[in-house]
């Protein structure tokens, strides 16, 4: 009855010359079928729908007006691969998911899929968001940022079916959906604290991350890898996990965000006071100290970026632990 209903639906929009309508309808198909099984249909359908569109045209979805309209937001790809620094084998793993989706056809020639499904886990402000922006902005797919806290507070007791909704968005709307916080869901089940219906929750999304994925791309996020249920792991194509920044990293940022305003040697002596900081806190302590220097107008020293720190951290410690 489902199948039918969007048969109907796909000549409806045929006729009336409705091309986007066309091709959600067309993708909601392909979904079916993959889910089905049926997985060369499903191939076949969207390399059709790929073929007609526009050159690098990426449908986009507004969430406005929908149940999701609080959960999912679209946020701007304002960051590529030469603004990030992370480690090389983070690097390479982050290109290898932007080549693997770049080649998706010629992988799926061979029979094989690109990596769609990532878990990222760290501790706060060490990348995990601006690593889900680079891989939007290098694939050309949007970037929408999944608040999993609100879906899970607004709809518990039908927190499964939006999920379910959630997951029919993802396979005909393309792009790179950021599960924010995924603790909030993907706790333990054995945990003393979980109530049946949060388990139920559980399940229901490891059974849809089983699902292809139609030109999407899936990342979880969490600041806390040991609450997650050890189920979800076997689920990602790839686990990355985000470290706080080694010394040499630190002087490699130190040297994207300060600009030469400094000399190297200023920023190696530099480098010691952010260790134990995320790159979140140490990119803050860049601008604030460049507007200091800015709105004083006098050089930027040593001296004005270690109290900078010190004020961006008085009263709070946000070393990780």
Same mark, same amino acid.
């Given at each position: ?17 409705? +091309? ?46 929908? /149940? ?13 691969? $030469? ?12 290109? @290898? ?9 010629? *992988? ?8 769609? @499904? #990532? ?23 949007? *970037? ?55 388990? @139920? ?11 292809? #994925? ?5 990342? /979880?996020? !969490? ?7 050890? /189920? #979800?792991? @076997?689920?990602? $194509? ?18 994207? +965000?300060?600009? +030469?305003?400094?000399? $190297? ?18 990119? /803050?302590?860049?601008? $604030? ?11 930027? !020293? ?20």
């Amino acid at each position: 009855m489902v199948q039918n209903d969007r048969i109907l639906a796909l000549l409806n929009a045929h006729y009336q010359d409705d +091309k986007e309508g066309f091709n959600t309808v067309a993708l909601q198909i392909a979904a079916a079928e993959a889910r089905a099984g049926h997985r060369v249909a499903a191939q076949e359908i969207r390399k059709i729908v790929d073929k007609n569109r526009s050159a690098g045209k990426v449908l986009r979805m507004s969430f406005m007006n929908t /149940a999701l309209s609080d959960s999912v937001v679209e946020e701007l790809n304002l960051y590529t691969l $030469d603004d990030i620094v992370v480690s090389e084998e983070i690097r390479t793993r982050i290109e @290898r998911t932007i080549m693997e989706y770049q080649e998706r056809e010629l *992988l799926e020639r061979n029979g094989l899929q690109n990596r769609s @499904r #990532l878990l990222f886990g760290g501790p706060s402000g060490t990348g995990k968001t601006m690593t889900a922006s680079v891989i939007a902005n290098e694939t050309g797919l949007p *970037l929408y940022v999944v608040q999993l806290e609100k879906i899970v507070s607004r709809f518990l007791g039908s927190t499964s079916a939006k999920l379910a909704e959630l997951f029919e968005v993802i396979n005909t709307h393309p792009g790179v959906y950021l599960f924010d916080e995924f603790d909030a869901i993907g706790t333990e089940r054995e945990r003393d604290n979980e109530v049946g219906e949060m388990r @139920r929750i559980l399940n229901s999304f490891l059974k849809l991350t089983e699902q292809p #994925l139609i030109r999407s791309i899936v990342i /979880a996020a !969490t600041n806390d890898m040991k609450v997650l249920d050890k /189920a #979800l792991f @076997r689920r990602f $194509d790839d686990v990355v996990l985000f470290m706080l920044p080694t010394k040499a990293e630190i002087v490699a940022l130190l040297q994207k +965000k300060l600009e +030469k305003r400094v000399s $190297d040697k200023t920023m190696e002596n530099l480098a010691g006071s952010f260790v134990g900081y995320s790159q979140a806190v140490i990119c /803050a302590v860049c601008a $604030d100290a460049i507007k200091t220097s800015i709105l004083t107008n006098k050089p930027l !020293t040593k001296a004005m970026i270690e109290e900078s720190l010190r004020q961006r951290v008085k009263g709070f410690d946000v070393k990780a632990g």
